[in-house]
């Protein structure tokens, strides 16, 4: 079955940082595409980064490029997101999902993921 847990969530001071983790199992996430998303109350999911592990390329929302970096460990079948320099506007709850394999730019549209983790929660305040 597969599944993606995300991991490393947490209260930090803006400035600060975290790295988040997405874990798959079921499946190898050696050529799959992941994205990262996140989610505050009354507004829709938004898209943060995405690699496509296949060709190693990455996206960034501009809100976050210059201080969010996503990158892969295929040995532990992970993706992970270091966020630097965290503002309190980050503060959101953070989703990591597979978009399939694909042989293009990974993709920042949340209808083009298909299967999602549970998410982990980002807050950001002094």
């Known amino acids: 079955q597969l599944q993606l847990v995300e991991s490393g969530g947490g209260l930090v001071q803006p400035g600060g940082s975290l790295r988040l983790s997405c874990a798959a199992s079921?499946?190898?996430?050696?050529?799959?595409?992941i994205g990262w998303f996140r989610q505050t109350p009354g507004k829709g999911r938004e898209g943060v980064s995405c690699?496509?592990?296949?060709?190693?390329?990455?996206n960034y929302a501009d809100s976050v490029k210059g201080r969010f970096t996503v990158s892969r460990d295929n040995a532990k079948n992970t993706v992970y997101l270091q966020m630097n320099s965290l503002k309190p506007e980050d503060t959101a709850v953070y989703y990591c999902?597979?978009?399939?394999?694909?042989?293009?730019?990974?993709?920042?549209?949340?209808?083009?993921?298909?299967?999602w983790g549970q998410g982990t929660q980002v807050t950001v305040s002094s």
């Open positions: 999902a597979e978009a399939g394999i694909r042989y293009g730019p990974c993709p920042t549209n949340q209808l083009a993921y298909n299967y």
């Open positions: 079921g499946f190898s996430l050696d050529y799959y595409t």
């Open positions: 690699i496509n592990n296949r060709s190693g390329s990455t």
